[in-house]
């Protein structure tokens, strides 16, 4: 079965940084695509970024391009974000998913099949 774990979350003042990582507990047999998404009390769901399975496509959302950076390490199975110049707007819970036997991974959380329990992020003003 797989697991994905996000950690890294946390209370961050405006402007500072932070970096989320990504575990797959158990690799999926083939390649994988991941993502990144967020869920602000309130509101529903959104896409922040994606990677392919060979880091040659990296979709970003208009709220975070220039500011964020996805990565993946296949080796550790792992993915990371890592967020600069943080702002209040960017407080959520972050998931990590994972979309199996799939190069490539866009916006839409329906193309992704595993998906971690989340990480807070807050950033405060």
């Known amino acids: 079965q797989v697991q994905v774990v996000e950690s890294g979350g946390g209370l961050v003042q405006a402007g500072g940084s932070l970096k989320l990582s990504c575990v797959v507990s158990k690799r999926t047999s083939g390649s994988y695509a991941m993502g990144w998404f967020r869920q602000a009390p309130g509101l529903e769901r959104e896409f922040v970024a994606a990677i392919s399975w060979r880091s040659d496509s990296t979709p970003y959302a208009d709220s975070v391009k220039g500011r964020f950076t996805i990565s993946r390490d296949n080796a550790k199975n792992t993915m990371y974000l890592q967020m600069n110049n943080l702002k209040p707007a960017d407080t959520a819970t972050y998931y990590c998913?994972?979309?199996?036997?799939?190069?490539?991974?866009?916006?839409?959380?329906?193309?992704?099949?595993?998906w971690g329990r989340g990480t807070q992020v807050t950033v405060s003003s």
């Open positions: 998913a994972v979309r199996a036997y799939a190069d490539y991974a866009g916006p839409d959380g329906g193309d992704y099949d595993y």
